[in-house]
C-alpha cells in the first residue's frame, strides 16, 4: 500500500509539473525533441545535500541553481535548477526551457543534461559551467583583481552574438531567447562563453509570429515591447546591444546612481556618443592609443544594435559576423592603417588604400569565406569557423 501510494504521488507530480504537457508538446513537434536522461528525486537531493545553501550558485526570476556532485556518475559536477514554486505558469516555463534546450547543440549555449518531475516542483540538469556570470567579471565580486582585455572581451561579445545567431537561423525552428543578459552569460575556466536561462524562450515555427508576451528585464528591454507588448529577433539583438555596451565601459545596465534619463546605460552611451566623448565612457583598463579604432567600431556596432525601430538595428547573424571580423583584426593586428602605402600602391596601382570590404560568412558546417577586394583586385583567405557541434 505505501508503494502504490508513492507512485500515485510521483504521477500526480509528474502531471501537475508538466510531465503531461511535455509529452503533448513532442507529440505535437512530431517527436522531433531529444530524449534527455531522467533522474529520481533521491539522486538529486544527495547531489545537492539535500538542496543545502551552499550549493546555491544564482538566482533567476524562475528558480534557484544549485551545484550537484553526481555519486554515480563519477562525481560529475552539474547545474541543478529548481523552480521557486510550483504554480501553473512556472510549470509552462520549466517545460518550455526543456523542450527549447533539447533543440539546441551549440558550444556557447549550455547544455541540458536531463530533468525530474518526481517531486512537487521541476528540475533541470545542467552542464556546470565553472566560471561564474559575465556580470559577476564585469561587475560584481569577480571583477576586483581582474581586467579583460579587448582581446578577451571582443571574445566573449563574438561568442554570444554567435550563440544567438544560431538560435535565430540556424537551429531546428527560429529561437527567440528573450531575456538576454550579463547574468544569463556563463563562462567557463577557458572564459568561454555559454548562454543560458531559457525560462523565457520562445520556439517559433517559420510561419508564425511571436506571440504576445511578459518577458524581459529593465536595462535591456526593447523599447518597441512598450508599444507593441512583443518581443522579437531584433529585441534580442536590442538586448545584446547593451551588453555590449557593458562590455565597453563595465558600467551596469540600468544604475540609479546616473542622474535622469541617464540611468538606462543604453541611452547614456548614446548621447555620449553623439557628443562625440566616447572616451568618457569606455572601461579605461582597456583603453589605450592601438586599439581606440576597434573600441570605437565595436561602439558603433552596440550603438545601432539599440536603435529604438527593430527593423533599423542589424540581425544577430550580421552582428555576429562583424564581431568576428574585428577578432581577426585585433588578434593579428593588422589592418588598413598597417598597410604600407608604398606597398599598397605598387601591389594595387593607385587608388584609395581605405577601399576594401569584409565580408565573413558563418554559416554553420562550412569553412568561413573572408573576402578582401581592393577595386578589382580580390584576395580570398578561408579561416576555419567552429559551428560549435
Request: charged residues 25%.
Amino acid at each position: 500500500m505505501q508503494k502504490r501510494k508513492f507512485l500515485k504521488l510521483k504521477e500526480k507530480y509528474f502531471k501537475e509539473n508538466g510531465g503531461l504537457l511535455l509529452l503533448q508538446k513532442i507529440a505535437s513537434q512530431g517527436g522531433s525533441v531529444k530524449t534527455t536522461k531522467i533522474f529520481t528525486a533521491e539522486e538529486l537531493k544527495k547531489a545537492t545535500n539535500n538542496y543545502h545553501e551552499s550549493r546555491i550558485l544564482g538566482e533567476g526570476s524562475y528558480g534557484i541553481v544549485y551545484k550537484g556532485i553526481l555519486a554515480a556518475d563519477n562525481n560529475k559536477v552539474v547545474a541543478i535548477k529548481k523552480s521557486k514554486i510550483c504554480v501553473p505558469k512556472q510549470k509552462e516555463q520549466f517545460v518550455n526551457e526543456l523542450l527549447v534546450l533539447s533543440q539546441i547543440n551549440h558550444r556557447n549555449v549550455v547544455r541540458l543534461l536531463g530533468c525530474c518531475f518526481e517531486l512537487e516542483v521541476p528540475l533541470l540538469v545542467y552542464e556546470f559551467v565553472a566560471h561564474d556570470t559575465l556580470f559577476e567579471h564585469i561587475h560584481g565580486k569577480k571583477r576586483k583583481g581582474s581586467s579583460f582585455s579587448l582581446e578577451l572581451r571582443l571574445k566573449i561579445a563574438a561568442e554570444t552574438a554567435g550563440a544567438l545567431a544560431y538560435l535565430h537561423s540556424s537551429a531546428l525552428m527560429q529561437i527567440l531567447h528573450r531575456d538576454v543578459k550579463a547574468t544569463n552569460i556563463l563562462l567557463d575556466e577557458n572564459y568561454t562563453a555559454k548562454v543560458s536561462d531559457f525560462g523565457a524562450s520562445q520556439l517559433i515555427p517559420l510561419d508564425q509570429a511571436p506571440l504576445a508576451t511578459l518577458q524581459g528585464t529593465f536595462g535591456y528591454l526593447d523599447p518597441e515591447y512598450l508599444i507593441t507588448s512583443q518581443l522579437t529577433d531584433k529585441s534580442d539583438v536590442y538586448s545584446f546591444g547593451v551588453v555590449l555596451m557593458e562590455l565597453l565601459t563595465s558600467k551596469l545596465a540600468l544604475d540609479s546612481d546616473r542622474p535622469g534619463a541617464d540611468k538606462s546605460l543604453a541611452r547614456f552611451f548614446v548621447c555620449l556618443m553623439e557628443e562625440d566623448r566616447l572616451n568618457e565612457i569606455l572601461d579605461d583598463d582597456m583603453l589605450n592609443e592601438r586599439n581606440i579604432e576597434t573600441l570605437k567600431t565595436m561602439a558603433n556596432l552596440a550603438k545601432r544594435c539599440v536603435r529604438v525601430k527593430g527593423e533599423d538595428r542589424p540581425t544577430m547573424k550580421e552582428v555576429a559576423m562583424e564581431l568576428e571580423g574585428m577578432r581577426i583584426t585585433e588578434k593579428h593586428a593588422w589592418g588598413k592603417a598597417e598597410i604600407c602605402s608604398d606597398e599598397t600602391e605598387c601591389l594595387l596601382g593607385p587608388g584609395n588604400p581605405d577601399a576594401y570590404h569584409v565580408d565573413v560568412r558563418t554559416d554553420c558546417g562550412s569553412s568561413t569565406g573572408t573576402t578582401i577586394g581592393y577595386e578589382s583586385m580580390q584576395i580570398q583567405l578561408l579561416i576555419p569557423y567552429d559551428d560549435g557541434r
